[in-house]
């Protein structure tokens, strides 16, 4: 499946006025739905809230740029590798992703736009992961 780009920005755009309902909304229904990630987490996570959906906010701004947004994956991917994020983690990210922008995407949710979210996620998923893999495990902080 290929990535409408007018499909992802225009559901995101609907989803963004909601502020950090949306964001609240994702932790609370992947702690609720893959409580395994939970202890990666921070125990407060306002900052992180804003952080992680200023990161989606970029990757749809560049969705198609590709250097760019392979740029900014591969940073983020070796980030997450000192976070103790590992691939078989991404499918719970993502499902909880894609059933937060179904809530707040109103009528600009549609089969399509959901299949274009997926794929999307497939490239953030697989860029990042090989980006983790080279940065190695997270170092031991004494
Ligand atoms: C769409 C994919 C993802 C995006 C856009 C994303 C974005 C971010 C951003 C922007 C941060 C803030 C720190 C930084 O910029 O490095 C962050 C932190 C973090 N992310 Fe992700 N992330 C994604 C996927 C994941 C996955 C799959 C996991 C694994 C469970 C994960 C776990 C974490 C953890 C544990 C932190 C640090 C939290 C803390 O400080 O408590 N992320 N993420």
């Known amino acids: 499946m290929s990535i409408d780009p007018v499909l992802v920005k225009r559901s995101f755009a609907a989803v963004e006025p909601h502020g950090s309902e949306?964001?609240?909304?994702f932790y609370r229904h992947l702690f609720d739905h893959h409580p395994g990630v939970r202890g990666l987490f921070a125990e407060h996570l306002d900052d992180?809230?804003?952080?992680?959906?200023?990161?989606?906010g970029a990757l749809v701004a560049n969705l198609e740029s590709t250097d760019t947004l392979v740029g900014i994956l591969r940073d983020l991917g070796s980030r997450h590798a000192g976070y103790?994020?590992?691939?078989?983690?991404?499918?719970?990210?993502?499902?909880s992703l894609i059933a937060t922008l179904r809530h707040y995407a109103g009528d600009t949710w549609t089969p399509e736009a959901e299949a274009s979210w997926a794929a999307v996620y497939g490239v953030v998923a697989d860029t990042m992961g090989s980006a983790?893999?080279?940065?190695?495990?997270?170092?031991?902080s004494g």
């Open 22 to 25: 949306v964001t609240a909304y």
């Open 48 to 56: 992180q809230q804003d952080r992680l959906w200023a990161a989606l």
């Open 84 to 95: 103790g994020a590992l691939p078989e983690h991404f499918p719970a990210v993502g499902d």
């Open 132 to 140: 983790m893999a080279a940065a190695g495990p997270a170092p031991s």
